[in-house]
């Protein structure tokens, strides 16, 4: 395919992931957007976990039962003749380290911010990911069919909290039982609110104008309250401003009510007239533009079990440039190994359909067993690596052994494939034989418990460990390293990529070994499949 040919679809490709706190809507206005873009007839509510339906992107077992999103959902749908990939991300903490990696292999955000509670730990903590990529990121205040805060405290919370300019697009017309509907700034009308159902309508009523006499009679104070926050906005705020917004300085804001099916088509038209298609991606070798003839891609998800009847194991490639097609000859860089994938699939969260191209921008699913680790860089046979792709050092531990011992397999089998796929880091100790589990928060450990139960058949007693600290460790003189890990044996262990760790109980212990051992250099943040590593142990 010509490169003009390429360009013109990557050109047409939007990728973006919904971030926000746990419990403000995010997988709601998936839905939604979803419903809203054709992808889906009928909308499942993320509550209504004793009804038949469930979100769309919600389909692991544990995420039915609780009603949160515990893993990253991707999906791929067609709006206005552009393909939007969307990743839905968990807003849990404790699920953080998925959310940052899906946040690599993204163009753009939608931020979800609930209107009652404004600006929250979780989404502060995603944002500062956002910026230190430079990710432009847009702003849906939702719920606002309740008793919530008022526009301009909202508004002024996220310029303030987030440091970042607002620039409305929307704003609402009362709230509450007192909702009538929000005001397009742009098109200077008003869709009027109307309770929606989990199925999508055309006959919203429009009315034109911003001051149309109208207005007053039907909607009162709560529209002459609106008129007079506008003339404020209008006045106070920036215009908007399109390189500012790109850089992640600046982010427009819409307001509605995604449960009710409310404010959502406005956000769908501002990702495809604002969000930016897909750009260049740094490499160590050199920086790769999306409009190339030759294909790349990058490993930034693994997920196990999705379809638990085949024990199925799905890598998740972004595409950075070129023209996939199936059954195509693939590098992978790190191993030197060769894939013909010919069962390469493309999303609607749970429901898959066989891929034929794929362009810049897209998210591919190649089904693998083991060949493809986190980080991983695919390309048609040029040594390329993509970076930054993070995990963190674990601050919590727990030990972990097979309830029956008949089944110790199947609990290495899965605790492997767990820690492959990044919900779970996965050690095992230089001396001893009791695997351990790292993680950032409590919850992870109870996924963790509930999926070697269900996927694979296995009832574990995870335990508390005495470590509290992890650091990888790396050393130029690969002598040194073996002499430090050798004499260390009691408190080192491998992770699943294989990177030397250190573990200790408290934090002065591991500054006593970093002073024992200055040539040693002592990590929290690793990047990608052993790729630190490598180089330092190669010297």
């Given at each position: 395919?010509?490169?003009?040919?390429?360009?013109?679809?990557?050109?047409?490709?939007?990728?973006?992931?919904?971030?926000?706190?746990?419990?403000?809507?995010?997988?709601?206005?998936?839905?939604?957007?979803?419903?809203?873009?054709?992808?889906?007839?009928?909308?499942?509510?993320?509550?209504?976990?004793?009804?038949?339906?469930?979100?769309?992107?919600?389909?692991?077992?544990?995420?039915k039962q609780r009603g949160i999103s515990v893993a990253s959902s991707v999906m791929q749908m067609e709006y206005r003749d552009c393909v939007?990939?969307?990743?839905?991300?968990?807003?849990?903490?404790?699920?953080?380290?998925?959310?940052?990696?899906?946040?690599?292999?993204?163009?753009?955000?939608?931020?979800?911010?609930?209107?009652?509670?404004?600006?929250?730990?979780?989404?502060?903590?995603?944002?500062?990911?956002?910026?230190?990529?430079?990710?432009?990121?847009?702003?849906?205040?939702?719920?606002?069919?309740?008793?919530?805060?008022?526009?301009?405290?909202?508004?002024?919370?996220?310029?303030?909290?987030?440091?970042?300019?607002?620039?409305?697009?929307?704003?609402?017309?009362?709230?509450?039982?007192?909702?009538?509907?929000?005001?397009?700034?742009?098109?200077?009308?008003?869709?009027?609110?109307?309770?929606?159902?989990?199925?999508?309508?055309?006959?919203?009523?429009?009315?034109?104008?911003?001051?149309?006499?109208?207005?007053?009679?039907?909607?009162?104070?709560?529209?002459?309250?609106?008129?007079?926050?506008?003339?404020?906005?209008?006045?106070?705020?920036?215009?908007?401003?399109?390189?500012?917004?790109?850089?992640?300085?600046?982010?427009?804001?819409?307001?509605?009510?995604?449960?009710?099916?409310?404010?959502?088509?406005?956000?769908?038209?501002?990702?495809?007239?604002?969000?930016?298609?897909?750009?260049?991606?740094?490499?160590?070798?050199?920086?790769?533009?999306?409009?190339?003839?030759?294909?790349?891609?990058?490993?930034?998800?693994?997920?196990?079990?999705?379809?638990?009847?085949?024990?199925?194991?799905?890598?998740?490639?972004?595409?950075?440039?070129?023209?996939?097609?199936?059954?195509?000859?693939?590098?992978?860089?790190?191993?030197?190994?060769?894939?013909?994938?010919?069962?390469?699939?493309?999303?609607?969260?749970?429901?898959?359909?066989?891929?034929?191209?794929?362009?810049?921008?897209?998210?591919?699913?190649?089904?693998?067993?083991?060949?493809?680790?986190?980080?991983?860089?695919?390309?048609?046979?040029?040594?390329?690596?993509?970076?930054?792709?993070?995990?963190?050092?674990?601050?919590?531990?727990?030990?972990?052994?097979?309830?029956?011992?008949?089944?110790?397999?199947?609990?290495?089998?899965?605790?492997?494939q767990l820690g492959e796929e990044g919900a779970i880091q996965v050690f095992r100790p230089v001396a001893g034989s009791m695997l351990l589990?790292?993680?950032?928060?409590?919850?992870?450990?109870?996924?963790?418990?509930?999926?070697?139960?269900?996927?694979?058949?296995?009832?574990?007693?995870?335990?508390?460990?005495?470590?509290?600290?992890?650091?990888?460790?790396t050393c130029d003189d690969a002598n040194e390293l073996k002499r430090f890990i050798d004499g260390n044996s009691h408190r080192v262990a491998?992770?699943?990529?294989?990177?030397?760790?250190?573990?200790?109980?408290?934090?002065?212990?591991?500054?006593?070994?970093?002073?024992?051992?200055?040539?040693?250099?002592?990590?929290?943040?690793?990047?990608?499949?052993?790729?630190?590593?490598?180089?330092?142990?190669?010297?």
């Amino acid at each position: 395919m010509a490169n003009g040919q390429i360009l013109d679809e990557v050109r047409r490709r939007r990728t973006f992931a919904i971030i926000s706190h746990p419990d403000a809507g995010k997988t709601t206005l998936t839905e939604k957007l979803l419903l809203f873009s054709g992808a889906i007839q009928i909308a499942g509510s993320v509550k209504a976990r004793k009804a038949s339906r469930h979100a769309t992107s919600d389909w692991m077992e544990i995420e039915k039962q609780r009603g949160i999103s515990v893993a990253s959902s991707v999906m791929q749908m067609e709006y206005r003749d552009c393909v939007i990939n969307l990743l839905d991300t968990p807003g849990h903490q404790d699920f953080s380290e998925d959310t940052y990696r899906v946040l690599t292999a993204v163009d753009a955000a939608l931020m979800v911010i609930d209107a009652a509670n404004g600006v929250e730990p979780q989404t502060r903590r995603l944002l500062q990911v956002c910026r230190a990529r430079n990710t432009p990121i847009l702003t849906f205040v939702n719920k606002m069919d309740r008793e919530v805060q008022e526009p301009l405290a909202l508004m002024d919370e996220i310029e303030r909290e987030l440091g970042m300019s607002v620039v409305p697009f929307t704003w609402p017309v009362g709230m509450g039982k007192s909702f009538h509907g929000v005001m397009d700034l742009r098109e200077e009308q008003m869709r009027v609110f109307s309770p929606g159902e989990g199925r999508k309508t055309f006959d919203d009523e429009i009315l034109q104008g911003i001051d149309n006499p109208v207005y007053a009679e039907r909607f009162g104070a709560e529209y002459e309250h609106a008129k007079h926050d506008i003339e404020l906005v209008r006045m106070a705020a920036p215009s908007f401003d399109e390189a500012d917004f790109l850089s992640g300085k600046q982010t427009p804001m819409f307001f509605g009510s995604a449960i009710n099916n409310f404010g959502v088509r406005e956000v769908l038209d501002a990702l495809v007239d604002l969000a930016p298609s897909p750009g260049s991606r740094g490499s160590i070798q050199r920086e790769v533009q999306p409009d190339e003839s030759k294909f790349s891609g990058v490993v930034f998800k693994i997920q196990a079990n999705m379809d638990p009847a085949h024990r199925d194991r799905i890598a998740f490639v972004r595409v950075a440039s070129g023209h996939f097609q199936r059954g195509m000859r693939l590098k992978v860089v790190r191993s030197g190994k060769e894939l013909r994938p010919n069962t390469v699939v493309s999303f609607l969260s749970q429901r898959r359909e066989l891929l034929d191209e794929a362009f810049a921008g897209d998210i591919i699913g190649i089904p693998n067993h083991g060949v493809l680790q986190l980080g991983d860089t695919l390309t048609e046979g040029e040594s390329l690596q993509f970076t930054g792709l993070p995990f963190f050092a674990p601050e919590m531990f727990r030990t972990v052994e097979v309830a029956d011992p008949l089944r110790t397999k199947q609990l290495k089998a899965g605790l492997t494939q767990l820690g492959e796929e990044g919900a779970i880091q996965v050690f095992r100790p230089v001396a001893g034989s009791m695997l351990l589990l790292g993680a950032v928060g409590q919850l992870q450990f109870e996924v963790v418990a509930h999926r070697l139960e269900h996927e694979y058949g296995v009832k574990a007693r995870i335990q508390p460990s005495r470590f509290q600290v992890a650091r990888w460790v790396t050393c130029d003189d690969a002598n040194e390293l073996k002499r430090f890990i050798d004499g260390n044996s009691h408190r080192v262990a491998h992770d699943a990529v294989d990177a030397p760790t250190v573990l200790v109980e408290y934090a002065p212990e591991l500054r006593a070994i970093e002073a024992n051992w200055p040539k040693i250099k002592f990590h929290a943040l690793r990047e990608h499949a052993g790729l630190v590593f490598q180089k330092h142990l190669d010297g």
